[in-house]
């Protein structure tokens, strides 16, 4: 016989530990040095040195161009979460997504000046900026 052990479902009346802050942006009119749209290697080492400003944590990192003229994609992963970036040189728009988790501490205001920081470097003249609170 089969020693089964009693499955006790977590319900809602346990607090939530990890919530988190996800800062969106479509980024239009960008009037930004080229290489932020063009060179995935510049790019790359751009926001890596914001993340390290922002006093979050670099576990690893991707980017990619899409060749002569192309924009680049590209992602942070942080300990805390993630920040993405993709950009659209032929029309001056860029996508800007910074999440944060906040398990052991307020990650907010590093995630807020991440997103900030980035944002001015592109100097949009039509951000679309969206704030979710995830819990």
Known sequence: MKNFQQVVP???AVPRQATGL????????CLCDSRLMLDAAHLE?????????????SVGSLFHSFGEGGGVTGVVVLAESHLSIHTWP????VTLDVYVCNYST???????KLFDDIQAAFSPSD????RVERA
Not at 22 to 29: A, E, N, V
Not at 45 to 57: P, Q, W, Y
Not at 127 to 130: E, V
């Open 10 to 12: 977590i319900t809602a």
């Open 22 to 29: 996800h800062l969106i942006g479509d980024l239009y009119g």
């Open 45 to 57: 080492a751009f926001c890596k040195a914001r993340v390290a400003d922002a006093g979050l944590t």
């Open 90 to 93: 032929e029309a001056g728009y």
């Open 106 to 112: 307020n990650n907010r205001p590093k995630a807020q």
């Open 127 to 130: 951000p679309h900026l969206h």
